[in-house]
């Protein structure tokens, strides 16, 4: 009789934990949507920092017009993307960087990252426009729309985010030096529409006190709650667990 007990509460807390977990899912780039019905021609998940990538390439301007979203570390941090032109590090990095603020507010900037000094605000070395930002769902999202070399085929792109602003000097907080944030970096296939990890260099870091304050154009903001990660595989790993105790018990029953 006890061991019918201990089966069926087993088996009961498998089936919770199973079917009872959060619902939370990894976003796909393929089902974003966008304020202003902004749509792009292709899309693509970057391999790290929960970031994806919109963009429409068009050859008759060499301009590309992009959305880049993804989840800064901390609610009120930051993120970024860059285009690198002369390479596929930091130094040489055009970065568009988006901020959101205690207030909802997010601002953009631009920053022309020379040297490893010099990480300020800065106009880039080709030219963008619409530039804004929002956030929404614990996600922000960047909208620009760059100019690119005349026949480019690819492009090294980079992008970062980070847990915010020091309050004491108004700097951007410098980003986390784990594996995920060393490997965001990648290539933009502008002929086939792809995107490649094979960028070998580390990505921009705006390192604290070496960056002005954030006080770029405000944009449109949102409400929601924070999103990206999965715990849907944690949860089928503990069912699976429970029900092989189940099927233990049974054997030791008999």
Not at 50 to 55: D, T
Not at 190 to 197: A, E
Not at 198 to 203: E, K
Request: hydrophobic share 40%; glycine share 10%.
């Amino acid at each position: 009789m006890a061991s019918s007990t201990l089966q069926i509460l087993i088996l009961g807390l498998a089936l919770c934990v199973m079917l009872i977990s959060p619902a939370h899912s990894s976003t796909t780039c393929k089902s974003q949507k966008f304020t202003g019905k902004k749509s792009f021609s292709n899309c693509s998940d970057l391999p790290v920092l929960s970031a994806s990538l919109h963009w429409t390439y068009d050859a008759s301007n060499s301009s590309l017009a992009i959305a880049f979203t993804a989840p800064p570390s901390k609610p009120n941090g930051w993120v970024a993307w860059a285009i690198n032109p002369t390479g596929t590090g930091m130094v040489g990095a055009q970065s568009l960087i988006a901020v959101k603020h205690s207030n909802g507010s997010v601002s953009v900037m631009t920053f022309n990252i020379s040297s490893y000094r010099s990480i300020v605000p800065s106009k880039l070395s080709f030219d963008v426009w619409g530039l804004s930002a929002e956030s929404v769902d614990g996600n922000i999202t960047i909208f620009a729309t760059v100019k690119v070399p005349e026949k480019a085929k690819t492009l090294n792109q980079v992008w970062q985010v980070g847990s915010g602003v020091n309050q004491t000097n108004g700097f951007l907080i410098k980003h986390d030096f784990a594996p995920e944030n060393l490997n965001a970096k990648g290539t933009l296939n502008l002929v086939t529409g792809t995107t490649g990890g094979d960028a070998p260099s580390m990505a921009p870091a705006p390192a604290t006190g070496s960056a002005s304050s954030p006080s770029g154009s405000s944009n449109s903001t949102g409400n929601g709650k924070n999103g990206g990660v999965s715990l849907i595989g944690n949860s089928n790993n503990l069912g699976f667990f429970m029900v092989s105790l189940l099927v233990l018990v049974n054997l030791l029953a008999f």
